[in-house]
C-alpha cells in the first residue's frame, strides 16, 4: 500500500514537471506568425454581400448614391478583422436630451448660411450624429444609418494609431524622437532613415507620397495608389507586389527635408503603423484591443480592414457604431470610468507648432484658414488635424466622418456621413463642429 502511494505521488509530480516543462516550451509566436493567424480569421466579403455594386475608384471618390451603403456596411466590400471586446462591460451612457440644442443657429465664416443640426439632420446632410455632455447623451438621430451599424470611419482612424503610440512611448518602448530607421530595416541607407516618429505624427516627414498629388487615386505608379492596393482599398495587383509596403515607402524618398512643412498623407500613418507593430510584436488591431477597445466600455467588436499581406487599415479603414466612437472620445475626459489617455499623451496633445501649422503649402489652407477662420484653430498635434486654443481638438475624417474632444467643457461631438452627391453637404458638419462646440450652454 505504501509503495502504491510513493508510486501514485511520483506520477502526479512528474506530470506536474512535464506539463512545467510544456509550459517553458511554449514559443511565443512573432510578428509574422500572428498576422498570420490573422489573415486565416479575417472576414472575406462575398458577392452575395454586397447591396450595390461599383468600379474603382468611385469606391475611393467616396461620392455617389451607393457611398451612404457602402460607408455603413464597409465589412461588406473590403476584407476585415475584429477588434474585440471580449467579455468587458458595456458602459452605459445615460441620456439627457436637449430639446433645445438641435435648433440652435450653427455658422462659420466658411459656412456663411445659417443652420442647424436638426436641420442638418432633416436634410440628410450625415448619417448620424451624437453629442454628450458631462457624460451624457444631450442629442443623437441616426438620418441615413441605423445605431447598430458599424461605420466607416476615415481618416479619424488616425486617432487610434497615435493613441497607441503614446501608450508605447508611456511604457518606454519608444520615443518620439526615435528615427524611422531604428525600428524599420528597409528605411535603412534610405533618405528618410532618420525623419522621426514626431515627423511623421505631425504630418511634416516630407515623404514623397503625397496623397494630395494629383493622380494619387487614378495613376497606378504613384506611391500613394500603390499604398491603397497594398490596403486592399484597390484590387492588388496580379500576381502580386513588387515590393513590400514598407520597401514601395522607403524606396519613395523625400520631397523636402522633414519638419519644414505640415503636409498630409496617410503614408506617414503607414509607416507609425509598421513601428508600432515591430515594437510591440502585435498587429493592430491587437493593439487597438490591448490599449483601447477593451478600456472604453465599447457596446459592440470594431472591425479594421486587414489585405492579404497583412497591411492594417489603420490611416482610415477602422468601422465602429456611432456610440462607440463616442465612448471613444469620452475616454479623454474626467467623464470616463477608465481614461485612455496619460496626463504625458494629453500635454503631447496640446504641444504644437504653430508656425508650422501655418507653413506655404502645407495642409492649413483647408482647416484654420478655412473651416476654423477665426475660431482658435492653434496647430496639429499627434494626428489629431486641430488643437483650438482653448485646449479642445478635433480629427475629421474623408467622407464627412469627425471627433470633437473638449476635455474642458465635457463635451463630445461624433458624427458620419457619406457623400452623395456633388453638393459637398456631406462636409457641413466638419465646418460647423466648432460652432456647435461654442454654444452658451456648454460653457456651464
Not at 150 to 162: A, D, N, P, Q
Not at 283 to 295: A, D, G, R, S
Not at 318 to 328: E, F, H, P
Not at 424 to 440: C, H, Q, T
Amino acid at each position: 500500500m505504501l509503495n502504491y502511494k510513493v508510486s501514485l505521488n511520483a506520477i502526479i509530480i512528474f506530470s506536474f514537471l512535464l506539463l512545467i516543462g510544456c509550459k517553458e516550451q511554449v514559443k511565443e509566436l512573432t510578428l509574422e506568425e500572428k498576422i498570420t493567424l490573422a489573415l486565416e480569421s479575417r472576414k472575406i466579403p462575398t458577392s452575395k454581400d454586397h447591396k450595390v455594386s461599383f468600379t474603382l475608384p468611385e469606391s475611393l471618390i467616396g461620392r455617389g448614391p451607393q457611398i451612404t451603403e457602402v460607408f455603413r456596411h464597409m465589412e461588406n466590400y473590403i476584407p476585415t478583422i475584429l477588434i474585440e471586446k471580449g467579455n468587458t462591460k458595456t458602459t452605459k451612457l445615460p441620456e439627457n436630451i436637449s430639446h433645445t440644442l438641435g435648433q440652435e443657429i450653427l455658422t462659420s465664416a466658411y459656412f456663411e448660411k445659417e443652420t442647424s443640426l436638426d436641420q442638418i439632420c432633416d436634410e440628410k446632410q450625415v448619417n448620424g450624429v451624437i453629442v454628450l455632455h458631462k457624460g451624457q447623451v444631450v442629442y443623437e438621430r441616426y438620418p441615413e444609418m441605423e445605431p447598430t451599424d458599424k461605420h466607416f470611419l476615415g481618416s479619424v482612424s488616425k486617432t487610434f494609431l497615435g493613441t497607441i503610440i503614446a501608450h508605447l512611448a508611456d511604457e518606454g518602448k519608444l520615443n518620439e524622437q526615435d528615427p524611422i530607421g531604428k525600428y524599420i530595416i528597409e528605411f535603412k541607407g534610405k533618405p528618410l532613415e532618420n525623419v522621426t516618429i514626431e515627423n511623421l505624427l505631425r504630418m511634416t516627414s516630407g515623404i514623397n507620397c503625397r496623397e494630395s498629388d494629383k493622380g494619387s487615386y487614378t495613376d497606378p505608379n504613384h506611391c500613394f495608389y500603390k499604398l491603397l492596393q497594398h490596403s486592399a482599398v484597390y484590387t492588388e495587383p496580379n500576381p502580386g507586389f513588387e515590393e513590400s509596403l514598407m520597401e514601395l515607402l522607403a524606396n519613395s524618398g523625400t520631397i523636402e527635408p522633414a519638419g519644414k512643412t505640415y503636409d498630409y498623407t496617410s503614408a506617414n500613418s503607414a509607416i507609425l503603423t509598421a513601428i508600432v507593430e515591430r515594437v510591440s510584436s502585435k498587429p493592430f488591431h491587437q493593439l487597438v484591443q490591448e490599449y483601447i477597445w477593451t478600456k472604453i466600455g465599447a457596446e459592440d467588436d470594431a472591425r479594421v480592414t486587414l489585405s492579404s499581406t497583412g497591411v492594417a487599415g489603420s490611416y482610415g479603414l477602422m468601422l465602429m457604431r456611432l456610440r462607440d466612437l463616442a465612448r471613444y472620445g469620452l475616454a479623454f475626459t474626467d467623464d470616463a470610468t477608465t481614461k485612455i489617455a496619460s496626463e504625458r499623451y494629453i500635454n503631447q496633445i496640446h504641444t504644437g507648432d504653430r508656425a508650422l501649422f501655418r507653413s506655404e503649402g502645407g495642409t492649413d489652407q483647408h482647416l484654420r484658414k478655412k473651416y476654423y477662420e477665426g475660431q482658435g484653430a492653434d496647430f496639429q498635434s499627434y494626428h489629431w488635424d486641430v488643437i483650438f486654443e482653448d485646449g479642445d481638438f478635433f480629427k475629421e475624417g474623408f467622407g464627412g466622418q469627425g471627433l470633437y474632444i473638449s476635455p474642458s467643457k465635457r463635451l463630445i461631438i461624433a458624427f458620419f456621413s457619406a457623400g452623395k452627391d456633388e453638393t459637398n453637404n456631406n462636409r457641413n458638419m466638419i465646418s460647423l463642429v466648432r460652432s456647435l462646440a461654442l454654444l452658451e450652454q456648454f460653457k456651464e
